[in-house]
């Protein structure tokens, strides 16, 4: 069955840096487009990041675009997200999904990992 588990949330200060990642299983990752979205306290879930799984082209939400970099190795069957110059407001639980680039886009892919919190302190 397909299972998405994220790692390396943590406590940060602000200004710092965290590279989650997402280890994928019972699926080939690289068939697939993966992303990561984030939910704050009291409010909604938003799109952070996402990778097409044929040419590895990327997208980012304006409020981490040259702060945050998605990548996969697909060898691993794992995708990262490197989050630099970490803001207060970059404070969430992050969570990776995956299904096809609309479904992703449309913020309802299929298959979630159960998240990962970051904290970023002032």
């Known amino acids: 069955q397909v299972q998405l588990v994220e790692s390396g949330g943590g406590l940060v200060q602000s200004g710092g840096s965290l590279r989650l990642s997402c280890a994928a299983s019972g699926f080939t990752l690289g068939y697939y487009a993966i992303g990561w979205f984030r939910q704050a306290p009291g409010k909604e879930r938003e799109g952070v990041s996402c990778?097409?799984?044929?040419?590895?082209?990327?997208y980012y939400a304006d409020s981490v675009k040259g702060r945050f970099t998605i990548s996969r190795d697909n060898a691993k069957n794992t995708v990262y997200l490197q989050m630099n110059s970490l803001k207060p407001e970059d404070t969430a639980v992050y969570y990776c999904a995956t299904d096809s680039l609309e479904r992703l886009v449309a913020g309802t892919p299929s298959y979630w990992g159960r998240g990962t919190q970051v904290t970023v302190s002032s």
């Open positions: 990778i097409k799984n044929n040419d590895g082209s990327t």
